[in-house]
């Protein structure tokens, strides 16, 4: 007579491990049969594009809806081909990547990190994504940027310009194409001595969250290097719609020169105010009173009208370019939808076509074999010039445009003209630069 | 002491465009006793009247101008107003120019009949529900109208600008005695303010010292009474909920200039506008528009450097802060009348 081992508790327990296994989401684990997290395996693969379909920044996400679809039809043989006929890199060739037909699947951030996350963990889990990109904020990247990290795909940031996406909460599945508030204060700050002298007082409002602490740290640091003096930061809640009471004590402030590092309606509405205020026909300490928005979006800038005549800025590009990748990329764009691109949308594309190389490159989807294919990646031919994507913290270097709102403008999408290319050479960093210390790439994560 | 003068003038000039909602919002309480989430949403139509009006008078027809290329390099295509063909250039421009005080004209109509469609299409079904219930739908259809605005007007902010005539900033300082300069303030802001005045002593002198009005008091006061008195008090009610989104619709279109309208302006007043009306006290029109001017200038003041070193965070709390003493010390608001939501 055999005596049974099993117990009561010992089928509960292990009837839980099971159930506990079984019920592990599965963009944390991985198939036998695969190496990495949502290995291809047919004649198709999908990409994942997050991005804000509603809420403030819809318009901009809209945009980059657009230059993502037609990074797939270029990808897929589609089109003119667009930015791939100019891309220092030959390896795409119109068949897809890999072979694989390459299909989307599109989330929607709604700018609000739990939601971004939320769309694209249904990306991964549900759909299949290999790879996520797009969105318009740097809270949200960080957000989506960690979770793609934990899910092992590659996350090729959209429209984020905070110095912690590739600082502090720099990851190794993340890469960023778009410049950061480090590169525009380093990039405007020889302009702005060259055009209002080195003898200032600035006085700084800045959106109380992530990008804009960065972005005042950034310029205070650049400005002051030039000998001008910080006499005030005020910080601005994001949801402030009238900034009349925070502009009403610039005026008698001393300074003469308001920083305003605001981004999207925050911007539109304090540029409104500071101008209704009558500041730019001041006069302070015998000189000209002047306004700078370290960081400018055209879409944005349309919603300050005329009030951004004059003033000085940067941005990651424009369609007024006229080097061969931008040209190709504002044809197709332009005959495609009927107006020109956005900054979004061109580092959305860019993205896109970026990740197709590397996978080309690589031989694999596998994630880790990608990211080893853009550190350190040398290109050209995408509109900004000579890139590199640096191997140290995943950030693209390349050249910065300062731009000033445009005087005479001819349509209603000429509303900044570039007036400076500033060399790739002059906002590059290093890797451990104290505005960037304090992250760790870690190491890359595949899902398996 | 410039610096307060500024923030007075910066308080009175808030406070203007809480008031009128807040006055549209004790309106509707006070005579239907609806709790209006939707409130904002008109504030916010109101501004698109603005918009709307402005492009229907930039309506164009496309002039290609060889000279001149696209971005794509192809010949220009020149927008050329209508108005400009049937007016002249100069006077064309002038009637674009003044398209946000001719959307005053424009916008009476139409929020009037958005009011009426609103009251009698969906709200008059709520009137015997509870507040939980009114608040719910009301502030559902602030979504559905918001998202509605998004769909036609895109979700980016859009200029729209005063007349050329008031652009710049009145020197205050010079009157006052200080040096040119020092206190200085938009004209437009000046115009909203006075505007903001005016609208109110029409909403007192039209409920005081018209037979209309009268009726509407006394119905505010005792619905049942006027109602056995023969009086039709619901449709005189409609009206009143027709004319409070007029009001509401106003202060958008005179808005328009101060912050470029999107359709999320709305929900940016309306909380702000409920806190006004509880503070001033439920159903009192006097109390909505004196805590509006109070709040607006108490949240102008704690936006002030000197305040927010002594205490940081002020100027994103004070006037709830507000609300709840004035709540702790005088449970009706400032004005309120015994028995309203009292029951």
């Known amino acids: ?448 | 002491m410039d610096a307060i003068i500024l923030q007075i003038l910066n308080g009175l000039d808030k406070g203007s465009a809480y008031a009128l909602i807040a006055l549209g919002l004790t309106l509707i309480f006070g005579t239907l006793g609806v709790v209006n989430f939707a409130h904002g949403a008109l504030f916010m139509i109101g501004a698109f009247c603005a918009v709307t009006l402005n492009r229907i008078l930039t309506l164009s027809h496309q002039v290609v101008d060889e000279s001149r290329k696209d971005f794509l390099g192809n010949p220009l295509k020149v927008d050329v107003p209508y108005v400009n063909d049937w007016f002249g250039e100069a006077a064309g421009a002038t009637i674009i120019d003044w398209s946000v005080p001719l959307a005053i004209l424009f916008s009476i109509p139409v929020m009037i009949a958005i009011g009426v469609i609103m009251e009698r299409g969906l709200i008059k079904h709520f009137y015997r529900r509870p507040h939980a219930d009114q608040i719910l739908v009301t502030f559902g259809l602030a979504i559905v109208l918001q998202e509605i605005i998004k769909y036609f007007y895109g979700a980016n902010p859009i200029p729209t600008p005063a007349p050329d005539v008031f652009r710049g900033s009145f020197d205050f300082g010079v009157l006052l005695g200080f040096d040119p300069n020092v206190i200085i303030y938009p004209y437009w802001r000046l115009v909203y303010f006075a505007f903001a005045a005016l609208i109110v002593g029409a909403v007192f002198a039209f409920l005081q010292f018209t037979t209309f009005g009268m009726v509407v008091r006394a119905g505010m006061a005792d619905r049942e009474t006027v109602g056995l008195l023969g009086i039709n008090i619901d449709r005189r009610f409609t009206i009143m909920f027709g004319l409070a989104a007029a009001v509401a619709g106003l202060a958008g279109v005179m808005y328009a200039p101060i912050n470029s309208p999107n359709y999320h302006m709305g929900m940016d007043f309306l909380v702000l506008s409920f806190v006004v009306v509880v503070v001033g006290g439920m159903g009192s029109l006097p109390g909505a528009v004196l805590a509006g001017f109070v709040l607006g200038v108490l949240e102008s003041f704690a936006s002030m450097n000197e305040i927010k070193t002594i205490l940081p965070g002020i100027d994103q709390i004070i006037i709830y802060l507000v609300a709840i003493i004035i709540l702790l010390t005088r449970p009706r608001g400032l004005m309120g009348r015994k028995g309203v939501m009292e029951d």
């Not at chain 1, 592990?24 to 036998?32: D, G, K, N």
């Not at chain 1, 409104?272 to 000189?287: E, Y």
Request: proline content about 4%.
């Open chain 1, 1 to 448: 007579m055999s005596k049974s081992t099993l117990t009561r508790r010992g089928v509960l327990r292990t009837g839980a491990v099971a159930g506990a296994g079984v019920a592990l989401p599965t963009i944390f684990t991985s198939s036998a049969a695969s190496a990495f997290t949502n290995e291809p395996t047919g004649g198709t693969v999908t990409l994942g594009f997050n991005v804000p379909q509603t809420g403030p920044y819809a318009d901009e996400g809209a945009d980059e809806l657009r230059a993502f679809e037609l990074a797939v039809e270029h990808l897929n043989g589609g089109g003119d081909g667009g930015m791939i006929n100019t891309f220092s890199s030959k390896t795409l060739d119109g068949t897809g990547i890999l072979g694989k037909k390459v299909e989307y699947v599109t989330g929607d951030t709604q700018t609000k990190s739990d939601a971004a996350r939320a769309s694209a963990k249904s990306m991964i889990e549900k759909d299949g994504a290999v790879m996520i990109s797009g969105g318009s904020s740097s809270g949200v990247a960080v957000a989506v940027q960690g979770l793609c990290q934990e899910a092992g795909v590659i996350f090729m940031a959209g429209l984020t310009h905070s110095n912690d996406t590739t600082g502090k909460d720099k990851k190794a599945n993340g890469f960023r194409h778009f410049f950061n508030a480090y590169m525009s204060a380093a990039a405007l700050a020889p302009v702005l001595s060259k055009m209002y002298g080195n003898d200032r007082k600035a006085y700084h409002l800045t959106a109380d969250y992530t990008w804009g602490w960065t972005q005042q740290e950034s310029i205070q640091a650049a400005t002051e290097a030039l000998g001008w003096e910080t006499v005030n930061n005020v910080l601005t809640p994001l949801a402030q719609t009238d900034f009349s009471s925070y502009i009403a004590p610039v005026l008698n402030s001393g300074a003469d020169v308001l920083v305003l590092n605001h981004y999207g309606g925050n911007m539109v509405n304090s540029l409104t105010n500071a101008v209704q205020f009558g500041l730019r026909d001041k006069q302070v300490n015998g000189k000209n009173f002047e306004i700078v928005v370290p960081l400018y979006s055209r879409l944005m800038a349309r919603g300050a009208g005329e009030n951004v005549k004059g003033i000085f800025g940067s941005t990651n590009w424009h369609w007024s370019l006229q080097d061969e990748g931008s040209k190709a990329f504002v044809k197709s764009f332009g005959t495609k939808y009927g107006f020109p691109p956005s900054q979004a949308a061109h580092t959305c594309y860019v993205q896109t076509l970026l990740y197709a190389d590397a996978v080309q490159r690589a031989g694999s989807f596998n994630p880790c074999e990608v990211g080893a294919a853009l550190e350190g990646f040398e290109f050209d031919g995408l509109g900004n010039g000579p890139t590199l994507y640096r191997a140290d913290d995943h950030q693209c270097f390349k050249d910065v445009l300062v731009v000033r709102g445009k005087e005479n403008p001819e349509s209603e999408f000429d509303l900044l003209e570039v007036v400076e290319v500033t060399p790739r050479a002059q906002v590059e960093y290093a890797p451990d630069h104290p505005m960037f210390s304090g992250g760790n790439l870690g190491s890359c994560n595949p899902g398996a």
